[in-house]
Structure formats: C-alpha cells, structure tokens
C-alpha cells in the first residue's frame, strides 16, 4: 500500500465515533465540519473534509482472520473500510466517552485496520458528560499503537454545557438536545485543524512495520 505523502489537499477524514440510535455523535462531527468548512485551509482548498460515519460503515465485531498488521484482509467490509482509510492524509476523531472509554464500535474500527493509520496526523474531539476526557486520552494511546501522529491539540465538549436543552423534558433520558458550543470550542477545534494540516504536508517517515521487517517484531 502507498501510504507516501501526496501533493494535493489534505484529505481529513472525519470519523463519527458512536453509532446509537439519538446519538449526540452526528451533531457534534456536523458542528466540526462546520468549523472545518470556515478554516483557511479548507477555503483555500488545501484541505478538504470528508464524514466517515461508523453508522454508516456497519461494521460487524472484529471477524479477520488475520490480524490487521500483515495487511491480508478477508472480508469485503475490511475492504471498503481499509479503501476509505488509505484515501484519508489526516483524521479528526469524535469520540464519546463511554464508562470512561471510547464506545466498542470505534476501537473495533481502529483494530481492523493497521498501515492506514500508520503515519498519519490525527486529532482527538471528545465529549461527555465531564468533557469526555478520559475517552480522548485512551483514545490517543490507542491510536498511537497504530503509528498515527495523534497532534497536542484537544477539543472537548460537555454535554450540559455545550448542549441547549431548552424546551426538552428534563425527565427524558432520550432528549439528546442541541448542540451549542461554549464560546472557544470552534477556536480549539480549529487550532486542532491546523495542527493536523501542518503535520500532513510534513514528509511522512517510512513505515514502521516495514523497516522493522515483520509485524511481530515491533511488538
Ligand atoms: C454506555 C454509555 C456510557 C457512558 N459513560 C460515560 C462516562 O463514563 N463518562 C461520561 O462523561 N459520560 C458517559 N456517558 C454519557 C455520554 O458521553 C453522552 O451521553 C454522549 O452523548 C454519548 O455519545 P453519543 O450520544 O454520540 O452516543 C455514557 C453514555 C453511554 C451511552
């Protein structure tokens, strides 16, 4: 796979890290790609956004025989994961935080894949009840072990603080309400952005994996 730098706009894919029905995740990566859509880089067209919604990828728990690191898939839904993955330069990850970690159906997407992470800039935006902090820093450890280049810069949203609940029923555990960002949310998500720009026109180092030789020697 040539996971070498390319020349044109960065490609930044937006991953949509929940999948529950009346998730706040959809509304949360749509504000993003709003932010993104107002960032220079996206205006000047050296970079551009695509939604990864793992809704929409459907899919099933971790079924490779092989583990994803010898790059041998199987399965057409690795396939097409695997193709969407290789075509991205960067990530912006959204993430809830779920009993302090990141939901099942996000960790399963990292683990399918291996070489497309390798390499590539990423940035963690949590949410949760308490900023989803402790999702975002699993996150980026797990995130690491797939040789991404996870960026210093966070975003975090807080679900009572950056969600309008106004004309919800306060009893209703179901009332996702409606996303309203703090003042300083979209700077921090766009100073996520750039860092993740700037890192993508850096001239990638190799491969790990390939220069270690084999897959269970970097372990
Ligand atoms: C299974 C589950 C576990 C959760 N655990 C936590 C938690 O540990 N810490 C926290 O701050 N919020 C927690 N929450 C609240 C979620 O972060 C919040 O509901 C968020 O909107 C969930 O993302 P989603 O709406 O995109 O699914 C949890 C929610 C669910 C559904």
Known sequence: MD???TT???RIGLIV???RPGRRGAAVAGWVAEVAARHD???AGTAVVEVLDLAEQALPLLDEPVPAMFGDYRNPHTRRWSAAIAACDAFVFVTPEYNHSVPAALKNAVDYLFVEWN???AGVLSYGVQGGTRAGEHLRQILAEVRAVVVPAVAALTVFTDFDFSGSDPGDPTA???IAPAAGRAADVSAMLTE???RAREPRSGDPVAVAGSPERVR
């Open 176 to 178: 996702p309400g409606r």
């Open 119 to 121: 390499g590539k800039p």
């Open 8 to 10: 044109g706009p960065v």
């Open 196 to 198: 993740i720009v700037i």
């Open 41 to 43: 880089a996206v205006r």
């Open 3 to 5: 996971n070498t730098q």
């Open 17 to 19: 890290g929940s999948t």
